[in-house]
């Protein structure tokens, strides 16, 4: 792509908007600029670039939380991957990380679960989870119609547990209730009954393992933005409406009317939004409507939340050696279905991300909810948690960011 010519044969550079600064939106931009091409505009609703990605800085030595985007998921064909190894991020090591090793499991009594324990209980979800995906690699049938990794899960865990007995089974079960609620912020569900058994192996795994980014991964952002001038992005720039096919008539065939009233001609768009802003919007954003099978395929696409809550305490609260504190909760407890005595049960572990700071995951219709409380109320429920399980006296957080 080396720009267009106009009929005198003389180079004519076309107009382009990118509606979104995420990743997906600055990489275009990016590529753009690097092409040569200048003429183009980033339409950005917020005020940042980064859409998922969001790092923040939680200290006064600069150490940051990542509020979205985590991991690189693998590292073959990856191009985060790529310019974060080009760019020796991962090279720095946050000196707090760097022997934090043990993960901790502990029961919501506070009682410590030995770890070959646990190992002999992953081995076995391990091997289930990786069955699941054959279904799909594989083209079989699954064992039920219209089965569910949950239900799948369920059926061949009960078989593996039914040689145990009393008190080690409960153990066991709860490990793997644990894994489940792993699972549910990975697929980003609310429950694993809800992600089909006969697509879970459609997702592709890059090879190579997970990394973070130390210094954080707004970083890769800060990387490719060098090479767009300030002027091509346009902050608190809603879109209403992406008009993409105007006709032989126009001089541009495609404008973008603005929430202000403003309006974009251009020749191109490039539509970074999410799935969650298609979801939301999709039948009224683009004139004339996307094809069928476009609007299909945003309608059957899952979509979910996953939230994390940061909790800063004025010391530390574990071990120096310690990284993660993982939960096994008691489901002989049955399940409240009042959020405001529950919610807090959907967190599956927390980790140390600096010295004072730890961080819980959450997903589905309690993350939602959490969302709704007030950080006096999450701090509340989360310190009663923590005092269970460490079997000590807790004080307030500093603060809690979410």
């Known amino acids: 792509m080396e ?11 076309p107009k382009i908007i990118i509606i979104g600064a995420g990743i997906a939106g600055i990489a275009a931009g990016n590529k753009l600029a690097k092409q040569g091409f200048t003429n183009f505009k980033i339409l950005e609703a917020s005020d940042r670039i980064g859409g998922r990605i969001w790092s923040i800085i939680t200290d006064e030595d600069g150490n940051k939380a990542e509020m979205g985007a985590n991991w690189i998921h693998g590292i073959e064909r990856n191009p985060i991957y790529q310019i974060a190894d080009e760019n020796h991020l991962l090279q720095l090591r946050h000196k707090d990380k760097s022997f934090r090793r ?3 499991f502990i029961s919501e009594r506070g009682e410590v679960v030995s770890e070959r324990l646990v190992k002999a209980v992953d081995f076995d979800y391990g091997m289930l989870l990786a069955a699941c ?27 593996k547990l ?3 007995s009393n008190g080690d089974r409960h153990v066991r079960e709860m490990i793997f209730a644990q894994r489940k609620l792993l699972e549910c912020c990975i697929s980003g569900c609310d429950d694993l009954s809800e992600v089909s058994l006969s697509e879970f192996g459609s997702y592709e795994s890059l090879p190579g393992i997970h990394y973070t980014i130390p210094p954080g991964f707004d970083t890769i952002l800060d990387i490719l933005r060098k090479e767009i001038p300030e002027e091509n992005i346009e902050f608190s720039a809603p879109v209403r409406c992406v008009n993409w096919d105007l006709g032989p008539d126009s001089e541009y065939p495609v404008c973008v009317e603005m929430e202000s009233g403003e309006k974009h001609y251009a020749n191109h768009v490039i539509v970074t939004v999410s799935l969650g802003v298609l979801k939301a919007a999709c039948d009224r954003m683009f004139n004339p409507h996307l094809p069928t099978e476009k609007q299909h395929a945003i309608d059957c696409l899952g979509f979910g939340t996953v939230d994390k809550v940061f909790i800063e305490f004025e010391h530390p609260l574990v071990e ?9 909760w008691d489901n ?7 959020l405001p005595h529950s919610w807090y049960r959907k967190i599956y572990s927390f980790e140390v991300i600096h010295e004072r700071i730890l961080v819980g995951w959450l997903s589905g219709k309690e993350a939602l909810y959490m969302e709704s409380l007030t950080e006096e109320q999450i701090a509340e429920d989360c310190v009663k948690v923590l005092k269970k399980v460490l079997k000590k006296d807790i004080p307030a957080p500093l603060r809690i960011i979410r």
Do not use: W
Request: proline share 5%; net charge negative.
């Open 320 to 328: 120096e050696d310690v990284f993660r504190i993982s939960i096994l």
């Open 3 to 13: 720009g267009e010519k106009n009929t005198n044969g003389l180079n004519q550079e």
């Open 133 to 159: 995906e054959e279904f799909f690699c594989n083209n079989v049938p699954t064992p039920e119609d219209n089965d569910s990794v949950g239900a799948y899960l369920d059926r061949e865990m009960e078989e």
């Open 332 to 338: 002989e407890q049955p399940h409240d279905t009042d």
């Open 162 to 164: 039914e040689k145990f």
């Open 102 to 104: 043990k993960e901790m």
